[in-house]
């Protein structure tokens, strides 16, 4: 069992930055590939960014070269930066661990992108 809490959203000026966070307790971290998921009103949950257990990371186009993913294994927290954020980066984050059949999410965190 993996227990995941995320925090960090919040409302941003486009253009600026919020860095989420996502703490995993209950299991062994650093064997789960984690990810953040987003869902906007109206609209399928999707892929943001993952990052395998042995470090590989994984972007959906429309954030690549803006949204960093990274992972702590020896603080059981996997992060997302995001800089240079746009109205349509307003979402519900979530993040997920993944090992074999296995599917944990979080809470979610709300992040809101306007002037």
């Known amino acids: 069992q993996v227990q995941l809490v995320e925090s960090g959203g919040g409302l941003v000026q486009p253009g600026g930055s919020l860095r989420l966070s996502c703490a995993a307790s209950?299991?062994?971290?650093?064997?789960?590939?984690m990810g953040w998921y987003r869902q906007a009103p109206g609209k399928h949950r999707e892929l943001v960014a993952d990052i395998s257990s042995g470090g590989n990371t994984n972007y959906a186009d429309s954030v690549k070269g803006r949204f960093t993913i990274s992972r702590d294994n020896a603080k059981n927290t996997v992060y997302l930066q995001m800089n240079s954020l746009k109205p349509e980066d307003t979402a519900v984050y979530y993040c997920?661990?993944?090992?074999?059949?296995?599917?944990?999410w979080g809470q979610g965190t709300q992040v809101t992108v306007s002037s």
């Open positions: 997920n661990a993944h090992h074999t059949f296995l599917d944990y």
């Open positions: 209950g299991s062994i971290f650093r064997l789960y590939t």
